[in-house]
Structures are given as structure tokens and as C-alpha cells.
């Protein structure tokens, strides 16, 4: 099976300065276009994508329906490819004003400790597992899975055990499966460490 992971592009929070996560925020004009030029480059390759699916939440709601447009295949959501719920009572909040109304949270939330009402390393993790699991007996020849930057950095430290540095608003990354065994096929807007 091929999969095509598509990360979303810019969104209201990222603009704003606000914690995003399993915060529904809109793509922005840019986002749009973002994905516009993310969905050309998609046409483009020598592939016949069988369904989309998608992160249920805005952003890549959107995206995924932006890809449709182009392509002009199906969209379903899929819960598992939701973004990790990394910042908690934090989600949403401008980080100006979280600082002052949970000045704790915040600081660990940047020294990387568990922040009230989050989700952990350990259970992402578990759900990425689960949703490849899912979409591995679905049976297609090859999908698209729009989702989020965090999702797609747990596929590859648990499935290809890489590491990502960096994933581009818009990035995405065809992978192949064959035997349990993921290879890339090709990607861009990704950066590995």
C-alpha cells in the first residue's frame, strides 16, 4: 500500500501566536494557498489515489477538500490522524495570555513536561500505531491521509524509526508499504535529523 501524508498549511493559530493542537482553527488565505500549490505537485505525480482521508480537524478538513477540488476523489475524516493533543488547558489560548493565567503550565509545557489534560508521548504513539494498523487493512492500493506536523514525526520515529526536524505547511511524504516495512518514495517539504 502507498500512502500519501499530507500536512496541512498555515493556520489562524499560527498567526495569531496561539497554542494550537486539538484547537479548530481555519486555514489561512496563505494555508490555502499553501495546500493549492501542495495539491498541483500531488497532480503531478504518476499515482491514482483511491480516497482521502482526513484529521477531523478545520485545517486539515479544509486542506483535504482542497486536494478533492484538484484530484477529485472522496474525503472521510479519521480520528486517528488528529494532531496530538500537546498543550492541554493550553489549547487555543494566546501564549501571552496563557503565560499570565497558567504561568506553570506554560513552563512546562517549554521544558517539555506533561501539561494538565494532555495527551502523552506514549499514547500518540500508540494511536499513530493503531491508525496505520487500520489503514493497512483497508485493502486499497493507495490513499491520501491529510493530517498534522506532530502526527506525521510519530509515523516516522515509531514505523521508520527517523527522526524529522522539521515538516513544512503544505510538506507531504508518499510512503510504500511492503511486508510490515515502510520505504520513502518521495517527499517534499520534510526535513530529517
Known amino acids: 500500500m502507498k500512502i500519501l501524508f499530507v500536512r496541512h498549511g498555515e493556520s489562524v493559530d ?4 496561539r497554542y494550537g493542537g486539538w484547537a479548530d482553527f481555519d486555514l489561512t488565505e496563505n494555508g490555502k494557498r ?3 500549490e501542495t495539491a498541483d505537485k500531488i497532480s503531478s505525480l504518476d499515482e491514482r489515489f483511491e480516497i482521502i482521508l482526513s484529521s477531523p480537524l478545520k485545517r ?5 477538500e ?7 476523489i472522496k474525503v472521510e475524516i479519521f480520528e486517528y490522524l488528529k494532531e496530538r493533543n500537546l498543550n492541554g488547558i493550553l489549547t487555543g489560548l494566546i501564549k501571552s495570555e ?9 513552563r512546562k509545557h517549554e521544558n517539555y513536561e506533561y501539561v494538565d489534560a494532555s495527551e502523552r508521548a506514549e499514547d500518540m504513539n500508540s494511536r499513530v500505531r493503531n ?6 487493512k483497508k485493502k486499497l492500493n493507495s490513499l491520501i491521509a491529510v493530517t498534522h506536523g506532530l502526527f506525521l514525526t510519530a509515523f516516522f520515529k515509531e ?3 527517523i527522526n ?3 515538516v513544512s505547511d503544505g510538506g507531504y511524504v508518499l510512503v510504500e508499504e511492503k511486508y510490515g516495512k515502510f520505504d520513502i518514495i518521495k517527499e517534499d517539504g520534510i526535513v530529517y535529523e
Open 34 to 36: 499553501q495546500v493549492t
Open 164 to 166: 524529522i526536524s522539521k
Open 14 to 17: 499560527d498567526i495569531e501566536d
Open 60 to 64: 486539515a478538513v479544509q486542506a483535504a
Open 159 to 161: 514505523m521508520m524509526n
Open 66 to 72: 482542497i486536494i478533492s477540488n484538484k484530484l477529485d
Open 131 to 136: 491508525a496505520i494498523d487500520i489503514l493497512l
Open 98 to 106: 496563557a503565560k499570565k493565567k497558567y504561568p506553570d503550565q506554560v
